[in-house]
Structures are given as structure tokens and as C-alpha cells.
């Protein structure tokens, strides 16, 4: 772990890609209550027996900003607001994992790819490049595309473009 610390309202923050404020608050207490995320008060960590009396709550300010404060839910005593941290890697881990979209090849690939297949059954990874884009263009004829680097990219002899 890091060790550097952040306060309910910065909590908050850090979820807000993956959460409303909300329901932001309500997966840091969650996380208290399963022990995933502890919370400090003044520097230290709670005992385990307080965790599942307290609360994260998020409230909506006038300017629009949202901001969280910890509640003790067995007494209604008004904590000091500076008082409270959290782990940000504890934090950062209640984010959901990030899922990659599976990259779909044009239709045009296929078609390259079918058409070098067809013609050489027995593999193509050891023609020259020049040569088998000639021969799979030729044989699609105007189905062919305009560029050479597509069909570079569909056979896997050239890097696929990235979007910066």
C-alpha cells in the first residue's frame, strides 16, 4: 500500500467514474462494514466493532459539488468533518474492473483473409508480403480494396493503427 490517505469527500471523488455520488457512498459503507476499506479517525484505524455503526453519506452542495461525511448511526452526535481518512488504494479498489471491448476486424479482412486461405491452403507465413497481397487483390478482384495497407493489416503483416 501507498499509505497516502484521502477524506470521505475525496473518496467520493475517486469512485465518481464508476459511481453516482450516491451510490458512491453507499459501496464505501458497504466496504467499511465488510472490512474492505477502513476508515481512520484521527489517524487511526478504527476498531472492527465500530465499523458496522457508521455511514458514508453524500450530500449534494449549493454550488453542485458533492460532498461525503461519516455518520455514527447508533447516536445522532455531530462528528467533526476533518477528522475522517481513508486508504486511497482501499478506495481505489472498489472500482470496478475495467472491460475491454473485443476488437472486431472490418469485413473486408475476412474477405482477405478467406481469399488468401483459399488460395494457399497450406499456409501463407512464409510468402512475401508484395507478393501474396498481389495475388489475394487479383483474385477479389474489384472487391478488392483501394489501399495495400488493409490488406497488410488483415493478413497480420502490419500494425493496426492506434487512436490517440
Known sequence: MSGERCSPTE??????PAFRPMAAAAEL?????DNRCRPY?????I???????????????NDGRWTARIENIAYAVEQPVDVWEFEVDEVKALLPP????PRRDPPEYDKIRQK????????????????LID???????????KSREVGERALGRR??????
Open 47 to 61: 476498531r472492527s466493532n465500530l465499523a458496522p455503526r457508521i455511514m458514508v453519506v453524500a450530500q449534494s452542495e
Open 116 to 131: 488468401a486461405n483459399e488460395l494457399h491452403p497450406e499456409g501463407y507465413k512464409r510468402i512475401k508480403t508484395n507478393l
Open 11 to 16: 473518496a467520493l471523488t475517486l469512485l465518481s
Open 98 to 101: 475495467r472491460r475491454k471491448r
Open 135 to 145: 495475388e489475394v487483390y487479383r483474385a477479389l478482384g474489384k472487391d478488392a480494396p
Open 159 to 164: 500494425d493496426r493503427k492506434r487512436k490517440r
Open 41 to 45: 479517525c484521527r489517524g487511526v484505524v
Open 29 to 33: 459503507t458497504r466496504a467499511i462494514h
